[in-house]
C-alpha cells in the first residue's frame, strides 16, 4: 500500500506528494519538525511532542499552522489512512511559502507536511549488546534547542558514525564536553551508579524520551545528575547509554572504539530500558 503524506490540507499518495520551491523550509531550512512514535496505533507522548513542537515554533516566530486540536485530528487521519499499527510519524512546519528574501515575508501561511512509515526500531542484537559511538566534533549552531530542520552537521556526524560502523555520533564541543548525539541524547553512569546526561539548554535537544527517561529513573530511585561530561569521563564511565523516539533507550557499550566498562550492557541502563518498556506498555 502507497503511504499516505499529509501536505498542506490534502492527503496524497507519498510518491506524487509535493511542497512549492519556494517553501522556506527547502530553501533557508526555516522550520521545525517533531518524531513521533506511534505503538499499537498509539502516538506516544504525544503531549511532550507537541509542547516541543509549540516551543520551537514560538521560538522562530513561526505562526503554528492549526490549532493544537485540528493537528491531532490530522494526525490521527495520517495515521489511519496508512494503516500502519507500529510507525515513525515525521511532522514538519515551515514558514511557508514566499518569494526567496531572507526577510520573514509578510504574508506566508506556515506550511505543514506530516509523512509515516513503517518504523526500523532497535534489533534485538542492539538492545542486548549495546550499539557503538564515535566522538565527532560539535559543528552546530546556538540554538540546539530548538527543534530545528537544519540537520547539515548533524548528517555529517552521523555519516561518519556510519562509515565507521557506528550507530551514532557523539558531538563534543570545544571544551570536550558531549554535548548530544547526532540525533540523539547521551548519558553516562559513574562509579556511584548515578545516571549523568547534559544539562538542558542551548547546546541540546530536550529530547522527548530523555523527559521520560529522567523522570522513570528519580521514580526508580536513581541518582539524576544533570551536569555536562567529558568525553575522558566518557571512555571512564561504568555504563553508556543514548535515547531518542526512534532508538528508545539503548546501552551504548563502546566509544571511538574503546569498551564502555567491560564492553556489556550494565545494569543501570538495563533496568531504565525495562521502565521505558514498561512506560509504553511493550514490556
Ligand atoms: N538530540 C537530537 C539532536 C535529536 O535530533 C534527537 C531526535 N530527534 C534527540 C536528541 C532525541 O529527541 P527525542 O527523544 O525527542 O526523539
Known amino acids: 500500500m502507497a503511504h499516505i503524506a499529509y501536505v498542506n490540507g490534502r492527503y496524497r ?6 511542497v ?3 517553501d522556506r ?30 516551543r520551537s515554533l514560538a521560538a522562530l516566530d513561526i505562526a503554528p499552522p492549526m490549532t493544537r486540536r485540528a493537528l491531532e485530528s490530522v494526525l490521527h487521519e495520517t495515521l489511519r489512512r496508512n494503516q500502519l499499527a507500529n ?31 513503517r518504523p526500523a526500531f532497535p534489533s534485538e542484537r542492539e ?15 546556538g540554538r540546539c534547542d530548538i527543534k530545528s530542520i537544519s540537520l547539515l552537521p548533524n548528517v555529517l556526524a552521523r555519516q561518519s558514525a556510519a562509515a565507521a560502523g557506528c550507530r551514532e555520533a557523539w558531538l563534543v564541543d570545544r571544551e570536550g564536553i558531549v554535548t548530544e548525539g547526532s540525533a540523539s541524547n547521551a548519558y553516562i553512569v559513574d562509579a556511584a551508579g548515578r545516571l549523568i546526561t547534559h544539562p538542558l539548554n ?28 567529558s568525553v575522558d569521563q566518557a ?9 531518542s523516539t526512534s532508538s528508545w533507550l539503548l546501552p551504548v557499550t563502546s ?29
Do not use: C
Open 13 to 18: 499518495p507519498l510518491h506524487s506528494a509535493a
Open 235 to 243: 571512555y571512564a564511565a561504568r555504563e553508556a547509554a543514548l535515547s
Open 87 to 117: 510507525a515513525l510519524v515525521y511532522l514538519q512546519v515551515t514558514r511557508g511559502t514566499a518569494p526567496r528574501n531572507h526577510l520573514f515575508p509578510k504574508r506566508a501561511r506556515p506550511s505543514l507536511v506530516i509523512t509515516v512509515r
Open 20 to 22: 512549492a520551491p519556494e
Open 255 to 283: 566509544i571511538d572504539g574503546r569498551p564502555v566498562s567491560n564492553g556489556m550492557p550494565g545494569h543501570v541502563v538495563r533496568r531504565l530500558m525495562a521502565l521505558y518498556a514498561a512506560h509504553l506498555g511493550v514490556a
Open 202 to 229: 542551548q547546546r541540546i535537544l530536550g529530547g522527548v524520551t530523555r523527559s521520560v527517561v529522567l523522570q522513570l529513573a528519580r521514580q526508580d530511585g536513581i541518582e539524576v545528575v544533570e551536569q555536562a561530561f
Open 127 to 141: 538492545r542486548e549488546q549495546g550499539v557503538g559511538v564515535i566522538t565527532q566534533p560539535d559543528l552546530r549552531w
Open 25 to 54: 523550509g527547502y530553501q533557508f531550512a526555516d522550520g521545525v519538525y517533531e518524531v513521533i512514535k506511534v505503538l499499537g496505533g498509539r502516538p506516544r507522548d504525544l503531549e511532550r511532542h507537541l509542547d516541543r513542537l509549540a
